[in-house]
């Protein structure tokens, strides 16, 4: 039987749809294809920017996203439309399972997601995925609820398993040993509390055919908590509040005996996690809705109150006032429930009032009614609607909005870590802000606010001077941040930035150290566009020779494009130890890195470089000498001529013919004193075992003089065509014959 089909959207709510699908197609678009600055972002953005406030005008407006299209409010279009399939596929390529506008959407919020959509989907999940991005570089304006495949593979393959799996290791030692997608799993099980519920369940279930009972019940669940709030600390911090909530929720499902148990475990180590009291933590966080609930059960299972429910009422809840405001809610629960209905009103009256008699000394039922009892408890619940009052004027309400914008969210964020950074005096906590700072700087660069993290890292620098005790702190976390992966994103940056943003980013990498070295060389290595290039390339030089020792290890990566940037770098950096280097790489089994390496070494035109590439030439064989020969002879720059010099000087002209005549062909093109010494060398030096050899030579060596055409190169060849030999005679006056 095939899956019903959802409702049809009506035929406003789907141009609505339409009208937002083909605006944000649009800015889509021109974000990922024009500069930052065209104005045909500003267009599109503000377009996208009047759209979305319109949708949002009475509220959120949810869009779910599955691969054949949006549904509204379960929804679909009555046909299919190019603009919402096309936006459809964007977005699920991303893995967004939900997109929800809220109001105050501005065109920049707008585009930062714009920007977080144009880059490769598998770039994105690499850095956290996009909601997690969207977190750091956006706001409350937009709501991403990503899809986690894991969970609906967990979901296909049964919750009941799942939990399962997890219990039977809470139940097998003192302490949860399983993997990280068993942490997970289990996150995503407490975050659920129909999910929630059914673990409870089970844990009682479980414990409840082993002789221990309650005690393995508290105790696995323990190891459970104990556990999460492992995995939650190193993972997300944040979040640590909420998984204590989720876990009160889910402990009004305990039956009396097993929350008389976890309270007697609170002064026990077992209920320790790090320095965290997990017990004291779980029942700190059970909501008022919570115990009124752990109370309506046990109520109703025991068809009263007993002396066990009113020791850990008491225990729960010590407050007089707060007991009889949860009795109230309680009350309310189980006259509700079954019991509660076959009762008549007077034998429930008689019953609650023996509850109120055993869990509280004290009670105002004689002063105050029971509907206004109920009436008072029930108004503790129930918020302030803000949104009706209207006693404030639309501007003021303007002006608050302002205040929680996303724009506005990111600088508080910005501010607070620059406070911290400039007012925390204990070199520990220092560390510890420090090391927050470049956490966050990272997410920052990923999601392309850049000014915005190197102000922080920049802060980092300035105070870490100011004290001898911030000093190797700020030192690690600039590490920390030079070895992070933030460089993959600043190629694309570096394109577009004016020159005053690279020097700004010239002086971090500086302010950095060697440690960011080997990182920009990579960086370099894979990046295509010709000024990010150049502005890496320049940053590196800058370094001088020490950055030399910090190349080295990339002489041996497995990247190819990456040991062709360190013969480069090895290059510019210059020095005898820094031609040394290259003599592995003359070597190396990518021609194009063969080719940096010679380029580098006949560049460098020193008598040490000379040398090393003469051995080299002379101990290779096959391809590799192929190559290294023909990189040398199509070499033509000027500053090679130093080394063409010392080749003709001391290459055998029969092992390597066509590198010697290139040599001297060079020679000529370059001109200079040391080539015409060179040359005349060559015009007179000769044997009769190698005959036309010599003669090539004597007559290439007179065309070079002749080409340089010099006053000093032309009376070489004069004295030449004078005292010369027989052939050395004749091939100066030729030369001089079509000069003069």
Known sequence: MSEPQPPLLSADAAGRLAEFSRVCKAAARAVSLYPGGHPAIAVSLSRLEETSARMTDVGPYSIQVVSEGLLVDGARLAKPDPAVSELATLLHRHLVGRLTLNAGATAESWRTLMLLLARAPEEVRADGGLAKLWATAGGPSLEITEIDYSEVLREKQGLAATIESIIAAAMSGPTLTVDEAALKALLEIVQDPAKLDELMKQLEQTASKSPQGVELQTAALLNMVRGLVDYVSRTD?????????????????????????????RKRPEAMAGSVNVVSALIESMSDASVAGFVADAVVAERGASERLAHAFRSLVPEFDRQRQLLALAREE???????????????????????EMLTSYTDARYVSDDYARELSHARTLPVDVERVSDDPPERIAAWLATVSDGALRSLDQSLLTDLLHIENDPSRWRDVADTVVTHA?????VGHFDQAWLLI??????????????????????????????????????SADDQTYERFTRLCHAIGQTIIAPLAE??????????????????????????????PLMEAKSWEVRRTAAYLLREFGGAEALKELVPLLADSEPLVQREAVQGLMMNGSREAAVILLNALKSSKGQTRETLLSEAVKMRDPRAAPLFGYLVRHLDRGQFPELYMTSVEALGMFGGADAIDALKMVLHTGSWLTFFSTRSGRGAAAHALAKIGTPEALNVL????????????????????RTE
């Open 523 to 552: 960086a370099l290595a894979t990046e295509q566009d010709v000024r990010s290039r150049r502005r890496l390339r320049d940053i590196l030089i800058g370094f001088g020779p020490r950055g030399a020792e910090s190349v080295r």
């Open 718 to 737: 004069r004295e030449a065509a004078r005292t010369g030999g027989f052939f050395v005679r004749s091939a100066a006056r030729a030369e001089l014959a």
């Open 458 to 495: 920049e802060t980092i620098v300035e105070q870490g001077d100011t004290s001898p005790f911030r000093r190797p702190h700020a030192a690690s976390a600039l590490t920390a941040f030079g070895r992070s992966s933030f460089l993959k994103h600043v190629g694309p940056h570096l394109r």
């Open 237 to 265: 911090p944040q979040r640590l509040n909420a998984v204590f909530e989720q876990f009160g929720r889910g402990a009004r499902r305990l039956s009396v005996e097993a929350m008389i148990s976890l309270l007697s475990e």
């Open 334 to 356: 189980v006259a509700a429930s079954d019991m509660g209905r076959e009762q008549s009103e007077a034998e429930f009256k008689n019953l609650w009032h023996g509850v109120e």
């Open 442 to 446: 990272e997410d920052l660069v990923r």
